[in-house]
T-cell receptor, first 111, second 114 residues
Framework: QKEVEQNSGPLSVPEGAIASLNCTYS??????FFWYRQYSGKSPELIMF????GDKEDGRFTAQLNKASQYVSLLIRDSQPSDSATYLC???????????FGKGTRLSVIA | DAGVIQSPRHEVTEMGQEVTLRCKPI?????LFWYRQTMMRGLELLIY????????DSGMPEDRFSAKMPNASFSTLKIQPSEPRDSAVYFC????????????FGPGTRLTVL
């Protein structure tokens, strides 16, 4: 069973702070890692992907991947109330297989 | 492109009725996925297609669920007969050339079975 685990939250952070969202996965051969954002009542939308160990930055968002620890994280700097949403981690396991999604972490940014 | 299109956006039906959900993937995408999302179970993959051919339907919960993709631009998910526990949001998604590529999601169909 290939699993992706996330803390369900809610994670509450004050406006302007750094929000740190974490994800672990069970398949050591996993290849690609994605972070989706889902606003309440809406569909998931991709915000970042990462394939290699290390950090990848895009604006206020940084994805971090540590394959040895089977751990991927998303940092949101200068958090805004508009960042309040559920963040889904998705992992492509080894082989030509679909993404496996975590259940998501609900983030609440307090103004 | 208009993105992934789903219809209807909302469906309310009574237990025992047949429900058909529809999806039009992004043109040129080879893969189509059907998901169900609930608070308890999160996003569950029900079935996915490659070039209109079903590849893995192991996520389909029961024989009451069936899915077809008669051509590259249309897919249906049918529940017959529907039950209250089928109430959920059903998403269709598509990806370009690999099941591990970025998936683009449709707006979803919120199904309520009374």
């Amino acid at each position: 069973q290939k699993e992706v685990e996330q803390n369900s939250g809610p994670l509450s952070v004050p406006e302007g702070a750094i929000a740190s969202l974490n994800c672990t996965y069970s398949d050591r051969g996993s290849q690609s890692f994605f972070w989706y954002r889902q606003y309440s009542g809406k569909s998931p939308e991709l915000i970042m992907f990462i394939y290699s160990n290390g950090d990848k930055e895009d604006g206020r968002f940084t994805a971090q991947l540590n394959k040895a620890s089977q751990y991927v994280s998303l940092l949101i700097r200068d958090s805004q109330p508009s960042d309040s949403a559920t963040y889904l981690c998705a992992v492509q396991p080894s082989g030509n297989t679909p993404l496996v999604f975590g259940k998501g972490t609900r983030l609440s940014v307090i103004a | 492109d208009a993105g992934v299109i789903q219809s209807p956006r909302h469906e309310v039906t009574e237990m025992g009725q047949e429900v058909t959900l529809r999806c039009k993937p992004i043109s040129g995408h080879d893969y189509l996925f059907w998901y169900r999302q609930t608070m308890m179970r999160g996003l569950e993959l029900l079935i996915y297609f490659n070039n209109n051919v079903p590849i893995d339907d192991s996520g389909m919960p029961e024989d009451r669920f069936s899915a077809k993709m008669p051509n590259a631009s249309f897919s249906t998910l049918k529940i017959q007969p529907s039950e209250p526990r089928d109430s959920a949001v059903y998403f269709c998604a598509s990806s370009f050339t690999s099941p591990g590529d970025e998936q683009f999601f449709g707006p979803g169909t919120r199904l309520t079975v009374l």
